[in-house]
């Protein structure tokens, strides 16, 4: 796909010029990035990754067999990737990874057991700019819509650009007020929301536009100078999870779900609806609303941050029964980042692993005045 300099702005839709301040395409009556100069921002960040990206791929490796015995029944795999005992095919990187950018950040991708595939995605940064007071930590998942093929595709090419936009994004002054350093990272994760869904509208494209075109949620947070700033697209989640205290639910789901509590239903009763999980905003070639929603958070206590895909809420949905999870496999030796999303993960399969399962975390130190 092409790409344009600050001074020569494209669609990324249809490629037809837009203006300064146009929030649609003129051409195709696509949504666009709230300013040019944002959108030029996203042309910027794709043209500036690294190879481009093959969706196929996930984590450290390609969808390929992990060498090593069964994970159902311990038996040997044989050389056309099935299990000699028990016949289970093996696990490939796609189906289960793990990301750890940073001894206080990590994560973990899983399959699940019901579904035969993994759709979806997370990418990971941590990046210091000095000390560790500094240090910035970036958490992307998005989870691709089981009923659109190919949203496995459209999930690991989102992740990867908004992961690469925070990436790239310059820190804020150190002595910036709140409200300054809150709209400096609520900008820059509108760049990498956009700069997801061109990649998702991308691999419709590169499909030859299907009519029922890959998409994915979207949730991205931002750990940086005791701040964590959110935004998401869909019912992918984020929380704050105190060691001591209450936990909160940072984002607030696009979804059926959340309209049927808004119109007066218990969390219960609305999670448990067949409707729930319908998403009403999401990122791809036929979102009516790719727009994010935003959350900025000072962090003064000890914590985690969490990011996940509904996999892993479905069965903890408040931030209580995640805090519950965290303190219980803690206390199960699990201390780090990735061990706890480990634990998660499995406890999360232990349920029945219903969906993919995605979840991320970033440690928080308390602030010391």
């Not at 560790?132 to 990867?160: E, F, K, N, Q, W």
């Not at 925070?166 to 900008?187: K, S, T």
């Not at 984020?238 to 309209?259: C, K, N, R, V």
């Not at 803690?330 to 990735?338: E, L, V």
């Amino acid at each position: 796909m092409s790409s344009t300099g600050v001074g020569d702005v494209a669609c990324p839709q249809c490629g037809a010029a837009i203006a300064s301040g146009d929030t649609f395409c003129e051409a195709c009556g696509t949504a666009l990035v709230a300013d040019a100069v944002a959108a030029a921002a996203v042309a910027a960040v794709l043209a500036a990754a690294a190879a481009p990206v093959d969706p196929d791929r996930a984590g450290a490796g390609a969808n390929v067999s992990v060498p090593g015995p069964c994970v159902v029944c311990g038996g040997v795999i044989d050389d056309d990737g099935f299990c000699g005992t028990c016949g289970q095919k093996a696990r490939t990187e796609r189906d289960h990874w793990i990301e750890s950018p940073a001894v206080w950040v990590g994560g973990v991708c899983d399959k699940g057991i019901v579904h035969s595939g993994n759709e979806d995605a997370m990418a990971l940064a941590a990046t210091p700019f000095g000390d560790r007071t500094d240090a910035r930590a970036v958490l992307v998942v998005c989870d691709g819509v089981t009923s659109a093929p190919h949203s496995d595709r459209a999930s690991i090419a989102a992740v990867r650009a908004a992961c690469a936009a925070l990436v790239a994004a310059p820190p804020p002054a150190a002595d910036d007020p709140f409200p300054a350093q809150l709209d400096h990272w609520q900008r820059h994760l509108g760049v990498a929301c956009a700069a997801a869904n061109v990649e998702a509208v991308a691999v419709a494209r590169v499909l030859g536009d299907p009519p029922e075109p890959p998409s994915c949620t979207f949730v991205a947070a931002i750990v940086a100078q005791h701040l964590v700033s959110v935004a998401w697209c869909g019912d992918s989640r984020a929380y704050w999870i105190p060691d001591a205290g209450e936990g909160e639910e940072l984002s607030t789901d696009h979804s059926i779900g959340t309209e049927l509590m808004r119109a007066g239903a218990t969390r219960e009763i609305a999670e448990a609806d067949p409707a729930s999980h319908t998403i009403t905003r999401w990122l791809g070639a036929d979102s009516v609303d790719p727009t994010p929603e935003y959350v900025t958070r000072r962090l003064d206590d000890a914590g985690w941050v969490v990011v996940c895909s509904d996999g892993m809420w479905n069965y903890a949905s408040t931030p209580q029964a995640l805090g519950a999870l965290l303190t219980e496999a803690g206390a199960d030796g699990a201390t780090g980042p990735t061990a706890l999303a480990e634990s998660l993960a499995a406890w999360a399969n232990d349920q029945g692993g219903h969906d993919n399962i995605t979840v991320a975390l970033a440690r928080h130190e308390r602030q010391v005045p």
